[in-house]
């Protein structure tokens, strides 16, 4: 294949927003990955910081405070790398990008949200669309939580009944709609297709209409449409009367599909490109330099050569770093160091729910001020490799709920950094 100037291995938050800042500042990119990255099963929300430190019992109420401290006793950390200024330019930046795009997502680093989860928790989020915001639980108007007859991915009851156990007025409805009835599986992103359309809209609304009582807002599962989601909301609390919002059900993820494509787009009309169905298999190097990274496809290996490659492949959730038997952690494409327990019985505590996380999940890799890989003595494993996103060291982004900031925070220093050196070399 054609030489590019970067090249982005992993579709994820972390590889798509270095792709569009590299693209967005003058670099020739592409992206390729085995599939889809982890979007399609998040929220749709950015989660910058939730739980900090780890042991509070309480969730952060400013990320912005809880980040000046943990940046303090974790110089390490992703966070420490990017700083606080960077975040703030990173959350901005995609603020701006979804809010030409008619997807608006509120917040800052002053204040956490506090929404509902799939299962009626309270979730801390920095950044939450607008489809979601009418639901913080931090306000105490009573709702309502619906869902779909032979939609199985989202149960209206349980998020209703945990919400009340915690003191939020909630109770929940189930809607037999003649549209889903002939129906084997009903899915998500088909109920985002059907609620695109006017008729399905009003057909929802006349059989919600009667069972709302002194609701003030409406919960629904997060499948308000996949491209004119603010659309669908604003259309379906004009015929309510109430206040609509959405809640994330089971993957696939609705919203998190929405950014996704947002940001595909974004690269592309910077005219780069986006390849899925390539998994990236080994690399070739010299002169401490990576020179070649593989795909698998069909029949044979296809190469890409780049001046500059990212890998944002992500940690062990992500596949990017596997455990192997004899209790060693492996960097799959480049076998690069991973910091880690490199024995089995250090991966896991004996709790399986312990508060204290297990310790695999902290493995990474260790990086230097530019997100280069290093070695055991600090020293860039390649000069011209970087890496983002979850695959990194020093964070805890599960027990955090850091994952998607670490992913655009890190993804956004590395394709601006990129960038950057374009500029300079005009």
């Known amino acids: 294949m054609t030489q590019v100037e ?3 291995i992993g ?7 270095t792709a569009w800042q590299a693209a967005q500042g003058g670099r ?7 599939g889809w990255g982890a979007l399609f099963w998040h929220a749709g929300c950015v989660d910058v910081l939730g739980y900090y430190p780890l042991d509070a019992a309480n969730a952060v109420s400013s990320p912005r405070q809880a980040l000046a401290q943990l940046v303090r006793e974790h110089p390490r950390h992703p966070y420490a790398l990017v700083g606080i200024e960077r975040i703030e330019a990173a959350l901005s930046a995609l603020q701006t990008l979804c809010e030409a795009a008619n997807y608006p997502l509120h917040g800052s680093l002053d ?9 009626g928790a309270f979730r801390p989020t920095c950044l939450a669309p607008e489809t979601m915001t009418a639901g913080d639980l931090t306000r105490r108007e009573p ?9 199985r991915d989202f149960y209206p009851e349980l998020v209703a009944d945990n919400l009340l156990e915690q003191e939020v007025l909630a109770r929940s409805v189930r809607l037999d709609l003649p549209a889903l009835r002939d129906r084997r599986f009903v899915t998500a992103p088909l109920l985002a297709d059907l609620f695109e359309r006017a008729d399905f809209r009003q057909q929802v609304a006349e059989a919600l209409r009667p069972k709302l009582g002194s609701a003030a807002r409406v919960g629904f599962p997060a499948v308000l449409g996949l491209r004119r989601a603010v659309e669908v909301k604003r259309d379906l609390e004009a015929m309510l009367g109430r206040e609509v919002f959405e809640i994330p059900s089971l993957p696939p993820s609705v919203p998190g599909m929405r950014l996704h494509n947002i940001l595909v787009e974004a690269i592309q009309r910077q005219g780069g490109e986006v390849l899925t169905g390539m998994e990236a298999v080994r690399a070739d ?17 296809k190469p890409h050569r780049a001046r500059t490659f990212v890998l944002a492949t992500g940690g062990l959730l992500g596949g990017g770093i596997v455990a192997e038997p004899d209790g060693t952690l492996r960097e799959v494409i480049f076998g690069l160091p991973v910091e880690g327990p490199h024995e089995r019985v250090q991966w896991f505590r004996l709790d399986f729910l312990t508060p204290a996380g297990h310790p695999v999940y902290s493995s990474g890799l260790a990086v230097d001020e ?9 020293a860039p494993v390649y000069t011209n490799l970087f890496a983002a996103g979850t695959t990194l060291a020093g964070g805890e982004v599960v027990r955090e709920r850091s994952f998607d900031g670490v992913a655009l925070a890190t993804g956004y220093a590395v394709g601006t950094q990129l960038a950057a050196q374009a500029q300079e070399a005009a």
């Open 111 to 119: 204040h956490n949200w506090l929404l509902p989860s799939a299962v």
């Open 11 to 17: 579709a994820g938050l972390a590889g798509l927003v």
């Open 370 to 378: 530019h997100f280069r890989p290093v070695d055991a003595d600090g």
């Open 143 to 151: 709702m309502v939580i619906v869902g779909f007859e032979h939609f």
């Open 28 to 34: 020739k990119v592409r992206l390729v990955a085995k």
């Open 6 to 8: 970067v090249l982005v």
């Open 285 to 301: 190097a010299a002169n401490g330099q990576v020179q070649t990274v593989w795909t698998e496809a069909a029949a044979r290996l």
